[in-house]
């Protein structure tokens, strides 16, 4: 599934492609891509408004309309948006076309139809209840202790729960909790002040270089150019497939479930307290 670092990549390489151009068509080739309003208020409000803007908060891409209104796109587990022209094939699995002037277009790719979008004239309706986002300056190790206490949920259900924090997923999860050397099972409220310092640091870096790497290509994430995000290459235990040993201390990386997703980690690395 798409994380920040992926859904961030998205929004950066789409901007210079579609901001400041104006919607001339809208092809829903699977009505159940829009959420809200109806599929056909949906397009006939969309035709005729310029995208002035796109921004990210979580995994939800937000693109302004000079009409006010916002429209707000979830890829779920396996949509991608890709940029083409008219004279170009629609990918496989395309969903809906969003036609732009100037021949641009924005191809909504889902395999599995799981991808949403709305159209609102208040954002808060849809990301109003959203935790804090991870790299704004306002997360601070602090922020992160006061949401810890009293939370006796495991921390990798927390850090992968949208309304304590936003944007993190399984993957980033376990590499944060890795490189802060903390077990998936620890409750959010055991964790140390230096432990809690520790991952707020892992937190931020890992989705940092993840940035800087376009994003992981697992699964079926591509850039909005059809590019592949290089960004999996620095994992040290995520996506873990079998075999495969700690890269600090060679022990065999266990997978554990926690709250039904699986949870890669080195056990002698995060140990249980
Ligand atoms: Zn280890």
Known sequence: ?????????????????????????????????????????????????????????????????????????????????????????????????????????????????????????????????????????????????QRLNNRTAPIKALLCDQGFIAGIGNMYADEALFAAGIHPLRSGKSLSPEEVEYLHHAIRQILWSAIGNKGASVDTYIRPGGELGTAHFQFQVAHYLGGKFCPVCGTPIERIPVRNRGSYFCPQCQPLP
């Open 1 to 145: 599934m798409p994380e920040l670092p992926e859904v961030e990549t998205i929004k950066n390489e789409l901007l210079p492609h579609i901001v400041g151009h104006r919607i001339t068509g809208i092809t829903l080739f699977w009505d159940g891509i829009v959420r809200q309003p109806s599929a056909e208020e949906f397009c006939s409000r969309l035709i005729g408004q310029e995208i002035t803007g796109v921004a990210r908060r979580g995994k939800y891409l937000i693109f302004s309309l000079n009409s006010g209104n916002l429209l707000i796109i979830h890829l779920k587990m396996t949509g991608s948006l890709l940029i083409g022209q008219d004279s170009s094939e629609p990918p496989k699995y395309t969903r809906a076309i969003i036609r732009l002037d100037k021949d641009t277009n924005i191809y909504f790719r889902d395999p599995r139809k799981l991808g949403v979008m709305w159209l609102v004239e208040n954002k808060n309706a849809i990301v109003g209840k959203l935790g804090p986002e991870p790299l704004e300056a306002d997360f601070t190790p602090q922020l992160l202790a």
